[in-house]
């Protein structure tokens, strides 16, 4: 009890989370590290000895043709680094990442994207702001076609509660594209959220909980108010093993379950196996079983 008073303590001098991850914990337990989206994905992680860091991702789709990337991260100083990426896309991708550069508690990104077969595809700025009990951004999208759009965010925290708020706008139209609000209340045991997203009309209840060192349990609501259709309902929980392995199951309401295993093999090899299956149509196909293998060096 004193560790997880200490804990709260200290996070309430922290920055909030960003208004996408209020309930990211939940968020994170249901949607991550569960394998079947794909037949089988590789990413491989290296260092170079002057500093840059690469990574190589490909993708294995259950229908489709594989795709991969490749990135390189080079931090140069006083907070700056530059990153490029080239994908099966022929994209081409240039980030350079200001930290606490302009100012303190303010991160700013120059992105910018190319084809060497089309030409330029557009730029992106965007700028991230942090404080004690507040957390701002803003993400500029110049167009290649020329016009120009911008989504804001912001999250107030005090005590462990949240209130935040996002708006976008479109500069050549001179209109509000979207916006969303989400209340929450998170502790280093357990948070929750009500989001209301897509122009307050996708509402969401989310909940999570460490139940102690080994287990976590998670749940998610959804509603759409536009389609009037049913809620959507899903639940998760994942088991730690031991210090290498973990297992995670999840399950909705409409029948589908999803398990998984995740390994440290060694200290450069993380293997992920898992499965998707229609619990109402277990004797017909469409069950997805998929992989994931992480190398690092």
């Known amino acids: 009890m004193a560790d997880a008073y200490v804990a709260q303590k200290i996070a309430a001098i922290l920055p909030p989370p960003a208004f996408s991850d209020i309930a990211k914990s939940s968020n994170d337990l249901i949607n991550k590290d569960f394998y079947h989206a794909a037949a089988a994905q590789l990413e491989v992680k290296l260092k170079a000895p002057n500093g840059v860091n690469f990574t190589a991702k490909g993708t294995s789709a259950h229908d489709g043709p594989v795709s ?3 990135e390189g991260k080079k931090s140069i100083s006083n907070g700056i680094s530059i990153t490029q990426s080239w994908n099966t896309a022929n994209l081409l991708s240039t980030k350079v990442e200001l930290n606490d550069t302009l100012a303190s508690g303010l991160k700013t990104e120059i992105l910018n994207n190319f084809k060497p077969d089309a030409g330029n595809q557009g730029q992106k700025v965007n700028l991230f702001f942090k404080q004690n009990n507040l957390h701002a951004r803003v993400f500029g999208d110049l167009k290649n076609s020329g016009s120009v759009s911008a989504l804001a965010d912001v999250v107030l925290s005090h005590e462990g509660f949240l209130v935040g708020g996002e708006i976008g706008y479109d500069v050549q139209k001179a209109a509000i594209t979207r916006y969303s609000a989400a209340v929450g209340y998170t502790t280093p045991i ?15 209840a989310a909940y999570y909980q460490k139940v102690n060192t080994s287990v976590e ?16 309902l899903e639940l998760a929980a994942k088991y730690k093993i031991d210090a290498l392995s973990f297992a995670k199951a999840k399950i909705n309401n409409l029948g589908i379950a999803s398990l998984a295993y995740n390994t440290k093999v060694n200290n450069g090899l993380t293997f992920g196996v898992g499965g998707s299956f229609d619990t109402q149509k277990l004797n017909e196909s469409g069950h997805k079983l998929g992989t994931s293998f992480t190398f690092e060096g």
């Not at 357990?190 to 969401?204: G, K, Q, R």
């Not at 998670?218 to 009037?228: E, F, L, P, V, Y």
């Open 68 to 70: 991969s990337s490749l």
């Open 190 to 204: 357990y948070n929750a959220a009500i989001t209301a997203t897509n122009s307050l009309s996708v509402f969401s």
């Open 217 to 232: 349990f998670g749940t998610r609501a959804t509603w759409d108010s536009k389609s009037q259709g049913a809620l959507g």
